[in-house]
C-alpha cells in the first residue's frame, strides 16, 4: 500500500465502519452493544499535521465523566473496538479510540495480516504518543472528561501502547495492557518497549497474557514481571495458563469466554482500585 501523504491524510481520514476485511468471517460469538442511552460515533480529533478520525462512545446524560483511552489491535478502529467503546460507556465512561494508523494507510480494508503488518511497521512510537496527548486534550475540552479520571486500555498492537503511553503521561491513573508484546529492537520508529520502561514505571498497569500465546512467549512476561518488582507502579500482571493470543476478542476463533469476562471483571476492579470509575 503506498503510503498516505499528509495532504491526503488530512483530506481523506475517515472511521471504519463494520468490521476489518482481514477479520471476516465473523465469529457467532461476537458481543453486539446497541447505543441506547449513548452518544457514540465518528469524531475527528485535532492533531499537529491535521486531525485524525476516531470513535467515541459517552452517556448521553451528564458531564465530568471518567476518560478511557481504547487503544486498537493491528484491525484498526473496527466494529470489535468501537463496541468496546460503547461496553464503557455503559459504565459511565466516556471511550474514546483514535485510528492511530490513518497517515500509514487503511488497515480495515486489506484482506489479510500479511498486508497489514507492513502498514502498521511503518507507525513510529512518537506519532501514537502524540496522537494520545492530542485525544486526551480533546475529551477534556470538547466531550465532558475529566482529566484527572484517566485510564488507558489497549488489545494486541495496542496492549503494547498502553504500556507506553503508561510510561509516557504520568496523569493516566491505571492502564490495562491485553496480551501486548513486551520486547523488541530498537529502532528508529520503536526506540522503548515495555521492558524497558517497566522498572520506572509510575502508573499501575494490569498486563492480562495468554499462556498458550504462540506470539508472546512467557519467558518475555516473566521478565517484565521481574523489572515490574523494582518500579513504584504497583503493576500486576495476570495469565490464563489456557488462553491464546487474543482471547478477549469475541468476533475471532481465538475468544475464550471464561477468560475474556475474568479480565474484563479484573479491568473494572483495577479502574476503581486506582480511582478511574464512574
Same mark, same amino acid.
Given at each position: 500500500?503506498?503510503?498516505?501523504?499528509?495532504?491526503?491524510?488530512?483530506? *481523506?481520514?475517515?472511521?471504519?465502519?463494520?468490521?476489518?476485511?482481514?477479520?471476516?468471517?465473523?465469529?457467532?460469538?461476537?458481543?453486539?452493544?446497541?447505543?441506547?442511552?449513548? &452518544?457514540?460515533?465518528? &469524531?475527528?480529533?485535532?492533531?499537529?499535521?491535521?486531525?485524525?478520525?476516531?470513535?467515541?462512545?459517552?452517556?448521553?446524560?451528564?458531564?465530568?465523566?471518567?476518560?478511557?483511552?481504547?487503544?486498537?489491535?493491528?484491525?484498526?478502529?473496527?466494529?470489535?473496538?468501537?463496541?468496546?467503546?460503547?461496553?464503557?460507556?455503559?459504565?459511565?465512561?466516556?471511550?474514546?479510540?483514535?485510528?492511530?494508523?490513518?497517515?500509514?494507510?487503511?488497515?480495515?480494508?486489506?484482506?489479510?495480516?500479511?498486508?497489514?503488518?507492513?502498514?502498521?511497521?511503518?507507525?513510529?512510537?512518537?506519532?501514537?504518543?502524540?496522537?494520545?496527548?492530542?485525544? &486526551?486534550?480533546?475529551?477534556?475540552?470538547?466531550?465532558?472528561?475529566?482529566?484527572?479520571?484517566?485510564?488507558?486500555?489497549?488489545?494486541?498492537?495496542?496492549?503494547?501502547?498502553?504500556?507506553?503511553?503508561?510510561?509516557?503521561?504520568?496523569?493516566?491513573?491505571?492502564?490495562?495492557?491485553?496480551?501486548?508484546?513486551?520486547?523488541?529492537?530498537? *529502532?528508529?520508529?520503536?526506540?522503548?518497549?515495555?521492558?524497558?520502561?517497566?522498572?520506572?514505571?509510575?502508573?499501575?498497569?494490569?498486563?492480562?497474557?495468554?499462556?498458550?500465546? *504462540?506470539?508472546?512467549?512467557?519467558? *518475555? &512476561?516473566?521478565?517484565?514481571?521481574?523489572?515490574?518488582?523494582?518500579?513504584?507502579?504497583?503493576?500486576?500482571?495476570?495469565?490464563?495458563?489456557?488462553?491464546?493470543?487474543?482471547?478477549?476478542?469475541?468476533?475471532?476463533?481465538?475468544?475464550?469466554?471464561?477468560?475474556?469476562?475474568?479480565?474484563?471483571?479484573?479491568?473494572?476492579?483495577?479502574?476503581?482500585?486506582?480511582?478511574?470509575?464512574?
Amino acid at each position: 500500500m503506498q503510503e498516505i501523504t499528509r495532504r491526503q491524510f488530512i483530506a *481523506t481520514a475517515t472511521l471504519t465502519t463494520g468490521f476489518a476485511l482481514a477479520v471476516k468471517p465473523i465469529s457467532a460469538a461476537v458481543i453486539s452493544t446497541d447505543s441506547k442511552g449513548l &452518544v457514540a460515533g465518528a &469524531v475527528k480529533i485535532p492533531v499537529k499535521d491535521g486531525e485524525i478520525p476516531a470513535y467515541r462512545a459517552a452517556p448521553s446524560k451528564g458531564s465530568n465523566f471518567p476518560i478511557v483511552l481504547v487503544i486498537q489491535e493491528i484491525f484498526g478502529v473496527h466494529e470489535h473496538i468501537q463496541d468496546v467503546c460503547r461496553r464503557f460507556a455503559k459504565l459511565g465512561y466516556i471511550a474514546i479510540a483514535p485510528e492511530l494508523f490513518i497517515r500509514q494507510g487503511d488497515v480495515s480494508k486489506l484482506s489479510n495480516i500479511d498486508e497489514i503488518r507492513p502498514v502498521v511497521a511503518k507507525v513510529p512510537d512518537a506519532q501514537v504518543l502524540s496522537d494520545l496527548d492530542a485525544t &486526551v486534550a480533546w475529551a477534556v475540552k470538547s466531550a465532558k472528561g475529566n482529566a484527572n479520571k484517566l485510564a488507558i486500555t489497549g488489545f494486541c498492537w495496542g496492549g503494547r501502547i498502553t504500556w507506553l503511553y503508561s510510561a509516557h503521561n504520568p496523569q493516566v491513573k491505571a492502564g490495562v495492557a491485553w496480551y501486548g508484546r513486551l520486547v523488541g529492537n530498537s *529502532t528508529e520508529l520503536t526506540p522503548k518497549h515495555p521492558v524497558d520502561i517497566a522498572s520506572s514505571l509510575t502508573v499501575p498497569v494490569l498486563g492480562l497474557y495468554g499462556g498458550k500465546d *504462540t506470539g508472546i512467549p512467557l519467558e *518475555t &512476561v516473566e521478565q517484565i514481571r521481574e523489572r515490574l518488582k523494582s518500579s513504584s507502579s504497583k503493576s500486576e500482571i495476570i495469565v490464563y495458563p489456557d488462553a491464546p493470543h487474543a482471547f478477549f476478542a469475541d468476533y475471532r476463533p481465538s475468544y475464550r469466554e471464561k477468560e475474556a469476562k475474568d479480565g474484563w471483571k479484573r479491568l473494572q476492579a483495577w479502574f476503581k482500585q486506582h480511582g478511574v470509575s464512574a
